[in-house]
């Protein structure tokens, strides 16, 4: 299975994609060493690290999930089985 995979958000809505190691890859990206990490706050009042502030912009950090979402309750089905659920 291959690695998780990101994608930033700055405060002015310019993305970037394909982030392996968020930190060091918008680091090099922006041509910076340093990156502050950015915080919220919860509704619950925990606090979670969500970003990182590098050269003056505020990225939000999201992770990229693949979407994967059956169709009308459809399986696997070999075409065999189909035919003979149709006709019967």
């Not at 459809?74 to 003979?84: H, I, L, V, Y």
Request: proline share 6%.
């Amino acid at each position: 299975m291959p690695g998780k995979a990101y994608m930033a958000i700055d405060q002015n809505g310019r993305t970037w994609h394909g982030l392996v190691n968020p930190r060091k890859d918008l680091c090099r990206r922006l041509a910076r060493s340093h990156a502050d990490r950015m915080f919220k706050e919860m509704p619950d009042g925990t606090v979670c690290h969500v970003g990182y502030v590098i050269g003056g912009l505020w990225l939000t950090l999201y992770e990229v999930k693949p979407v994967r979402i059956p169709v009308n309750g459809t399986t696997k089905q070999s075409k065999q089985t189909r035919r003979t659920t149709d006709e019967g």
